[in-house]
């Protein structure tokens, strides 16, 4: 099994511009989360989706932030315009349902916004 | 709201001792509780989980961790600790029954091992 993966690793881009993060879950899992892991602030959740339906979108910052997941096997967060605050590492993770509640962690996209 | 508390943003042991990270949660019903595990510049990885049964449940790389319903707790321990163990640990809940399949996350703990 391949795992979640994540594409870039990593990401720098200055202020103002569009940051696209990808992942793409493990085979047959039905859920997929984004989370935001900063110093400061820990590990917070962004959005969930289920069956590639969003169903909880209250930890997304803002309006620049926005999440996709087109197929079950592909989902992105886009960032427009990026803000030196949004530097952080973004993961994915993915889980398989109700009888499995463990969550399954990409390695992560570190993004610097300068 | 359900709530996880990890007492010890830092916790340093000698190489060999005993392992303790302790983690505290509020919630109505006794919910699933899960330990993961953080390496430098990579994800977090599942050591183990307590969904229902058994209330000491066993984890990869010899950690353990017991469920007590009565003081809402699920402290993880390792007999003996090895510097392979350095790392960051984070407690999680996700309710049973509501809340959906939000996981609350703790603070983390961040273990250093001294040889």
């Known amino acids: 099994d391949a795992g979640v993966i994540q594409s870039p690793r990593h990401e720098v881009t200055e202020m103002g511009q569009e940051v696209t993060l990808r992942c793409k879950p493990i085979?047959?899992?039905?859920?997929l989360f984004w989370y935001r892991q900063t110093m400061m602030r820990g590990l917070e959740l962004l959005i969930y989706f289920n069956n590639n339906v969003p169903i909880d979108d209250s930890g997304m910052p803002e309006d620049r932030f926005s999440a996709k997941m087109p197929n079950a096997s592909f989902s992105t967060l886009k960032i427009q315009p990026s803000e030196p605050r949004d530097s952080a590492v973004y993961f994915c993770?993915?889980?398989?349902?109700?009888?499995?509640?463990?969550?399954?962690f990409g390695p992560g996209t570190r993004l610097t916004v300068t | 709201a359900q709530s996880v508390t990890q007492l010890g943003s830092h916790v340093s042991v000698s190489e060999g001792a005993l392992v303790l990270l302790r983690c505290n949660y509020s919630s109505s019903v006794p919910p699933y509780l899960f330990w993961y595990v953080q390496y430098p510049n990579q994800g977090l990885q599942l050591l183990l989980k307590y969904t229902t049964g058994a209330t000491l449940v066993k984890g990869i790389n010899g950690f353990e961790a017991e469920f007590k319903k009565s003081e809402t707790s699920f402290h993880l321990t390792k007999p003996s600790a090895h510097m392979s163990d350095a790392a960051e640990y984070f407690c999680?809940?996700?309710?049973?029954?509501?809340?959906?399949?939000?996981?609350?996350f703790g603070a983390g703990t961040r273990l250093f091992v001294k040889a």
């Open positions: 085979s047959g899992h039905d859920y």
């Open positions: 993770a993915s889980s398989r349902g109700q009888g499995n509640p463990e969550q399954y």
């Open positions: 999680a809940v996700r309710p049973v029954n509501t809340g959906g399949f939000k996981t609350i």
